[in-house]
């Protein structure tokens, strides 16, 4: 089992930037697809951005945020740029064993970090 820690969220005013930071434990990191997953009060949680080879995002962050991994020291990050009060929400990082794009649901993602808080005022 991959151990996942997230870091960088806090509060940020609408237009801001924030870089959220995902360390993952184990050898094996170039072999995974990388994840990012966010989940507002009240709402299920919803794909942000994923990246193997090449990245994926979902068309309400495209443009705005940014997916990248650093192999060697087994990090992604999540830079966030332009952020609204609909990023609001508690993002997660997660790990898949394989460098295909998968589907863009949590349950195509095997591990997971604890979840840090990104609150965007306005």
């Known amino acids: 089992q991959v151990q996942l820690v997230e870091s960088g969220g806090g509060l940020v005013q609408a237009g801001g930037s924030l870089t959220l930071s995902c360390v993952a434990s184990g050898p094996t990191f170039n072999s995974y697809t990388l994840g990012w997953f966010r989940q507002a009060p009240w709402k299920e949680r919803e794909f942000v951005a994923a990246?193997?080879?090449?990245?994926d995002y979902a068309d309400s962050v495209k443009g705005r945020f940014r997916i990248t991994r650093h192999n060697a020291n087994n990090t992604q990050r999540l830079q966030m740029n332009s952020l609204k009060s609909e990023d609001t929400a508690v993002y997660y990082c997660?790990?898949?064993?394989?460098?295909?794009?998968?589907?863009?649901?949590?349950?195509?993602?095997?591990?997971w970090g604890q979840g840090t808080q990104v609150t965007v005022s306005s």
């Open positions: 997660a790990v898949r064993l394989g460098l295909m794009i998968p589907p863009r649901t949590p349950a195509a993602f095997g591990s």
């Open positions: 990246i193997s080879w090449v990245a």
